[in-house]
T-cell receptor, first 118, second 114 residues
Framework: EPEVTQTPSHQVTQMGQEVILRCVPI?????FYWYRQILGQKVEFLVS????????KSEIFDDQFSVERPDGSNFTLKIRSTKLEDSAMYFC????????????????FGPGTRLTVL | QKEVEQNSGPLSVPEGAIASLNCTYS??????FFWYRQYSGKSPELIMS????GDKEDGRFTAQLNKASQYVSLLIRDSQPSDSATYLC??????????????FGKGTHLIIQP
């Protein structure tokens, strides 16, 4: 069964440092997403990515965040200058993707990266 | 502002009984609806997706959608202790296309009592 993978599983960083979280989406999927979940809170959408550009982003996804598909398999989330409040689980997800609104566009999540900002 | 509401629980159900989980959403033009299961410290795992009004069954799981009432539910038959988890309701945006992020509820914590 194909699955989304993420590295590292746990990242510890100092406030103000840059971090890059990595994801390998399911190989035939066209849409990629990043979500975060602060401990004890709900899963929140950050950004969606299609055809090498951002499709949609939430208010959380400010100038401190960026995404990139540096090669044919990896999808990355960069946080330029981490803050204490960036501590969270970050989930990558992917979907086959369809312009047909009747499609479910089911999103499959990776195991997550726990980011701890000290 | 799109909102998805769920009772946080915990919802305690005896083993073998039916667990009923409910969700309401605010955006009337939402197109697609999903139930995820999340074990503590793990990522969301897709259980069911539903688009049309009515029921959709998959094994022990049945999803129900009522767009007029903006209501989605998940029934779990013959509940097992391994079903104990947090169940997340998620709603996809108005376009229904692949670009839309999911809006999640806070989840219902389900406990199946042996």
């Amino acid at each position: 069964e194909p699955e989304v993978t993420q590295t590292p599983s746990h990242q510890v960083t100092q406030m103000g440092q840059e971090v890059i979280l990595r994801c390998v989406p399911i190989s035939n999927h066209l849409y990629f997403y990043w979500y975060r979940q602060i401990l004890g809170q709900k899963v929140e959408f950050l950004v969606s990515f299609y055809n090498n550009e951002i499709s949609e982003k939430s208010e959380i996804f400010d100038d401190q965040f960026s995404v990139e598909r540096p090669d044919g398999s990896n999808f990355t989330l960069k946080i330029r200058s981490t803050k204490l409040e960036d501590s969270a689980m970050y989930f990558c997800a992917s979907s086959v993707g369809s312009l047909d609104p009747s499609s479910y566009n089911e999103q499959f999540f990776g195991p997550g990266t726990r980011l701890t900002v000290l | 502002q799109k909102e998805v509401e769920q009772n946080s629980g915990p919802l305690s159900v005896p083993e073998g009984a039916i667990a009923s989980l409910n969700c309401t959403y605010s955006d009337r033009v939402s197109q697609s609806f999903f139930w995820y299961r999340q074990y503590s410290g793990k990522s969301p795992e897709l259980i069911m997706s539903i688009y049309s009004n009515g029921d959709k069954e998959d094994g022990r799981f049945t999803a129900q959608l009522n767009k007029a009432s903006q209501y989605v539910s998940l029934l779990i038959r013959d509940s097992q202790p391994s079903d104990s988890a947090t169940y997340l309701c998620a709603v996809k945006g108005r376009s229904g296309g692949g670009a839309d992020g999911l809006t999640f509820g806070k989840g219902t914590h389900l406990i199946i009592q042996p």
